[in-house]
């Protein structure tokens, strides 16, 4: 494992979000980049999975619930192999296969149909039932934001894993603490979602979600606890990477212009 080389692709596909919402015109900046660094580890240390093969029944299935971050699995997935990075260019336009959310059949490699809000962490609690049902030996990676988890059918998922103790579910918490309206703690506060968590019977692991050692190994502890499902929360910073738009809720559903794209992928680029 090379934690640096790990890093640098994090930063070439913060480059590739840039890039994709200045040619879309519109679509989701801040979470995207906050949790590039978590898809860096994903796509290129931790999941099994085969670009040439999509729907080899050993993979890996990673579920992204909260789908208007699209724009960093597309670019992931495109580094990754599973198409051209020429294809980024298309996010959002008419007919292409990049939808505004990930759409189940419309590009190989995505596991589920995503846009209403709360709704990834059900389809991954059964992805991970039925899994555990036929022996499989592959798991599930559920990605979350924390601002979904206003949304109740959230939490109904939450007991339901818990309840029957899905240990090959880790879902991921995207904590940066905004929303499209303002910081979580003002329109819902969650805190503590640690508490909350083990109160439904889950494994709790909190990291720094820009740290890809933490975040390599909070995976590889996941994988280790065998009598309930994990969470882990990933403390980031939304826009993490470009200082005009880091921590600021604004980013949230706003795309870059012209100058703002050039100023961002100028900083993007001293950070190689």
């Not at 959002?92 to 149909?113: A, C, D, F, N």
């Not at 818990?162 to 579910?169: A, D, E, V």
């Not at 819902?188 to 640690?194: A, I, N």
């Not at 980031?236 to 212009?257: A, C, D, L, Q």
Request: hydrophobic letters at 40%; glycine letters at 10%.
């Amino acid at each position: 494992m090379n934690i640096h080389k790990l890093e640098e692709t994090a930063n070439l596909i913060r480059q590739d979000i840039i890039k994709m919402l200045l040619e879309a015109g519109s679509g989701h900046t801040a979470g995207s980049l906050g949790m590039t660094d978590i898809f860096a580890a994903l796509y290129f240390h931790i999941l099994n999975y085969d670009p040439a093969k999509p729907g080899w029944s050993g993979r890996d299935r990673l579920v992204l619930s909260n789908g208007h971050i699209c724009p960093v699995l597309y670019a992931s997935m495109a580094r990754a192999g599973y198409f051209p990075a020429s294809e980024l260019k298309t996010l959002r336009k008419l007919g292409s296969r990049l939808q505004g959310h990930p759409h189940r059949t419309s590009l190989p490699g995505i596991e589920t149909t995503s846009g209403p809000l709360g709704s990834g962490l059900s389809q991954a609690a059964g992805l991970a039932l039925a899994g555990r049902m036929d022996k499989a030996s592959w798991r599930v990676i559920c990605l979350t934001s924390d601002g979904e988890h206003d949304e109740g059918n959230t939490w109904e998922a939450v007991m339901f894993a818990g309840k029957n103790k899905l240990h090959n579910l880790t879902a991921v918490i995207d904590r940066n603490n905004i929303q499209i309206d303002g910081f979580t703690e003002d329109v819902m506060p969650l805190d503590s979602l640690r508490a909350k968590y083990e109160a439904f019977n889950w494994h709790v692991i909190e990291i720094d979600g820009h740290n890809m050692q933490e975040i390599i190994n909070s995976f590889n502890k996941a994988k280790t606890i065998l009598e309930k499902p994990t969470v882990i929360i990933a403390h980031t910073i939304p826009g993490k990477g470009v200082s005009f738009m880091e921590g600021k809720y604004e980013w949230h559903g706003k795309s870059p212009n012209k100058e703002e794209t050039k100023r961002a992928l100028a900083e993007l680029k001293n950070h190689d």
